[in-house]
Nanobody, 117 residues
Framework: QVQLVESGGGLVQPGGSLRLSCAAS????????MGWYRQAPGKERELVAR???????NYADSVKGRFTISRDNAKNTVYLQMNSLRPEDTAVYYC???????????WGQGTQVTVSS
């Protein structure tokens, strides 16, 4: 099972930017669909963005135009560039992978993003 390690979270003011990274421990990263989810206190985990093996992306309506997901298969890493951050973006952000052959999925440990003045 692939292990995922997120980084890049932190405290940022409204309107600011952060870039999250998720490194995967696999030699065949290209066969994994990747995604970012988030969970705010008292709320269910929700999809933020995902990127397929072919590079197709989709986003939650709440982040469209502000967040960008990308992947670097040579570095086994997926990124989430977050711009124009809002207080309601505050959450723990989790990286997710889905093996397109076995259909098994994995989760990272999460990274906290706090948007506050």
């Amino acid at each position: 099972q692939v292990q995922l390690v997120e980084s890049g979270g932190g405290l940022v003011q409204p309107g600011g930017s952060l870039r999250l990274s998720c490194a995967a421990s696999t030699r065949i990263f290209s066969i994994y669909h990747m995604g970012w989810y988030r969970q705010a206190p008292g709320k269910e985990r929700e999809l933020v963005a995902r990127i397929s093996t072919s590079g197709t992306t989709n986003y939650a309506d709440s982040v469209k135009g502000r967040f960008t997901i990308s992947r670097d298969n040579a570095k086994n890493t997926v990124y989430l560039q977050m711009n124009s951050l809002r207080p309601e973006d505050t959450a723990v952000y989790y990286c997710n992978s889905v093996n397109t052959i076995t259909r098994s999925d994995s989760w990272g440990q999460g990274t906290q993003v706090t948007v506050s003045s």
